[in-house]
């Protein structure tokens, strides 16, 4: 049965130990200096935030398109590149579910499911601060996906060092879009690299299936200013 983290507390307290120190006679060099672990979590790491899924108009699930979307997801993300380079996604994380939304859980766990990834859930969607402590104390220089609610995307980017007018049209996330991944990029020492900041569109592979489970569509296409994913999804959406 998965097991999620649901205590931004617990995950605080279970921090990485420092790294065993280097006995050395004489003053370290500075190529070794750069050869020690930054202790950040953040370090070299992808970070790959998506909208929840469709919702219904009640409930704290998703609607029949959110759950082709999640459906579809599973594939999207187990063949997903950047600039051209595949990414292997190391671990996925939602807010905790709530009596109003499970939605960002919900969006994740066919993708789950079929990778065996556990989704963790350390914080509320709110404590986007929790969330940035909880991410610098996982291992380094890997990718993550988080499903997050769209109205405190602003705040999460922020706290991740990212200027959300830079990046979202108007410095917030349009009530109609679910389609958009926003990559975030850090360096060695975990900050936020702006250059390779981007928002990726899903390609019609994704849409064009969820847009099908809609008797009317709600949500529309919506101008991104970056590139969008170079990887063709055309055979994805007939598995």
């Known amino acids: 049965m998965r097991m999620a983290l649901?205590?931004?507390?617990?995950?605080?307290?279970?921090?990485?130990?420092?790294?065993?120190?280097?006995?050395?006679?004489?003053?370290?060099?500075?190529?070794?200096?750069?050869?020690?672990?930054?202790?950040?979590?953040?370090?070299?790491?992808?970070?790959?935030?998506?909208?929840?899924?469709?919702?219904?108009?009640?409930?704290?699930?998703?609607?029949?398109?959110?759950?082709?979307?999640?459906?579809?997801?599973?594939?999207?993300?187990?063949?997903?590149?950047?600039?051209?380079d595949k990414i292997h996604i190391d671990s996925l994380v939602a807010s905790t579910d709530t009596e109003n939304s499970a939605r960002p859980r919900l969006t994740l766990e066919p993708l789950s499911l079929e990778t065996g990834m556990d989704i963790s859930q350390p914080c509320p969607d709110h404590a986007v601060g929790q969330l940035v402590d909880w991410l610098k104390a996982q291992p380094a220089h890997e990718t993550t996906l988080i499903s997050w609610h769209h109205t405190k995307m602003a705040k999460l980017l922020a706290a991740l060092g990212a200027d959300p007018k830079a990046i979202l049209p108007h410095g917030r996330w349009p009530d109609d879009v679910f389609d958009w991944v926003v990559a975030l990029k850090f360096d060695a020492q975990g900050k936020l690299i702006p250059s390779a900041?981007?928002?990726?569109?899903?390609?019609?592979?994704?849409?064009?299936?969820?847009?099908?489970?809609?008797?009317?569509?709600?949500?529309?296409?919506?101008?991104?200013?970056?590139?969008?994913?170079?990887?063709?999804?055309?055979?994805?959406?007939?598995?």
């Open 6 to 84: 649901t205590a931004c507390g617990l995950a605080l307290a279970a921090m990485v130990s420092p790294a065993s120190a280097l006995t050395l006679d004489a003053p370290m060099s500075n190529s070794l200096v750069a050869q020690v672990p930054a202790g950040n979590g953040l370090s070299n790491a992808t970070l790959l935030i998506v909208r929840h899924a469709e919702k219904t108009g009640y409930g704290p699930g998703l609607s029949s398109a959110g759950d082709m979307r999640a459906q579809v997801y599973a594939s999207y993300f187990r063949h997903f590149s950047l600039d051209g």
């Open 197 to 239: 900041t981007q928002i990726v569109r899903e390609p019609a592979a994704v849409n064009d299936v969820v847009w099908k489970a809609m008797a009317h569509p709600t949500i529309r296409p919506f101008y991104v200013q970056e590139r969008p994913n170079s990887e063709d999804f055309a055979q994805l959406a007939e598995r």
